[in-house]
């Protein structure tokens, strides 16, 4: 249990490294692929990377020992190791209800975006899969569908359609996939 909380905090420590690069330097270039790649990359990276171990020894002198007088003997009392195990045990049970609770959040939302695509009408026009519907205020795509609000007018379907034909051709599903499965 211990070697897991080792590799979370050091994957947390990755990623924030990352996000702090991408912050600091990354944020406002208009390289949208490099970000991307970037960004993808860090989140992969900060889950293998806690895995690799790097290996080195250290060679200090040993000090030279003068014993004089009685030897002194030192007691050493076995602690109570239930409270560190009940510690770890709450942890644990801590973390596992939050993989729990972020996993049910998202079961519930892909099932509400399932129930929607179910019962709307779907406009067809390649690659997109139109929806209308006043389930969600704003547009967003979901693998090849895209939703929006029947407030829009047309011309603004038009350029929401457009813009994210750009998520759908570029596969902007995977990268959400992939940050949900951080979360979780």
């Known amino acids: 249990m211990e070697a897991f909380g ?7 420590v990755w990623l924030s490294s990352f996000a702090l690069i991408f912050f600091l330097f ?17 989140i992969i990276s900060s889950f293998v990377f806690p895995l690799l171990t790097v290996h080195y020894s250290v060679n200090i002198p040993v000090p030279v020992r003068v014993q004089s007088g009685d030897p002194v003997m030192t007691v050493i009392q076995a602690g109570n ?13 801590l973390y596992i209800s939050g993989v729990l609770f ?10 509400s975006i399932l129930q929607t695509i ?3 009408d779907i406009t067809i026009s ?4 139109l929806i ?11 693998f090849s569908y895209v939703f929006v609000n029947p407030s829009v007018t047309d011309i603004e379907t038009r350029e929401i359609v457009n813009h994210e034909m750009a998520h759908i051709r570029q596969k902007h599903w995977i990268d959400l996939v992939l940050v949900e499965l951080l979360c979780v």
């Open 132 to 142: 209308r519907t006043p389930d969600y205020a704003s547009a967003f795509s979901f």
């Open 118 to 120: 179910k019962k709307a």
């Open 102 to 111: 972020v996993t049910s959040l998202i079961v519930i939302k892909s099932r």
């Open 26 to 42: 990354l944020r406002n270039e208009r390289f949208f692929s490099l970000n991307r790649i970037f960004l993808v990359a860090g």
């Open 81 to 93: 190791n239930n409270s560190q195990l009940d510690g770890r045990m709450l942890l644990f049970a």
């Open 6 to 12: 080792l590799y979370l905090l050091k994957s947390v």
């Open 126 to 129: 390649n690659p997109v899969k």
